[in-house]
């Protein structure tokens, strides 16, 4: 079982300022944030963000001093 899970919400309105970015995602990814965006009411626009969000909050660089 993980430990570390990534839980995903049912939708909340958005607030705040936002910026497009295009990005290329592998087939079976997009097909994944599809099948989670059914699942919970999220756009996968949302979804991206959260995952991202969620990754830069763990993030470590190695060889760099943690914060």
Known sequence: MQEDKFIVP???????????????????????????????GRTRNELVQMCIDYALARLEIPGEPEE
């Open 10 to 40: 049912r939708r909340k309105p958005a607030v705040g300022k936002s910026t497009v970015v295009s990005v290329r995602l592998p087939n079976t990814t997009l097909a994944r944030l599809e099948q989670i965006a059914g699942q919970t």
